[in-house]
């Protein structure tokens, strides 16, 4: 195993901000959701309206926070040197996430690059 160095400790910062990001957007969107619902009655009585704005908010809210997760574990992951491929799939998750792929680029990179690092 190669000395450390900064690479997977980026990879692994950069996940465990992504993935709370994530974590904020999922509770954000449920509490949004739950906003929208109040003041719009007007919406909700157009037919299926309810149905596709529940699944639609149900599907994102779990996506982010299912993301984040995997993000914020693929982090801690990446600061022990263990588990490189937990490590590679949290920052793919931090890429996938509509609000955190900008670090999720890096985060790839950088988990890649110090991949040597890993037990």
Known sequence: MENRTWKATTAGVLNIVAG?????AGID???????????TGSLMNIPGFMEVFFLVGIYVILAGIILG?????GGVFALKRKKWGLV???SIC??????????GIPAIIFA??????FE
């Open 20 to 24: 709370i990001v994530s974590l904020f």
């Open 29 to 39: 969107l449920i509490v949004g959701i739950g906003i929208v619902t109040k003041l």
């Open 69 to 73: 997760i995997i993000a914020i574990v």
């Open 88 to 90: 590679l799939a949290g």
């Open 94 to 103: 931090a890429f996938l996430h509509l609000f955190t792929w900008f670090l």
């Open 112 to 117: 890649i690059m110090g991949k040597s690092e």
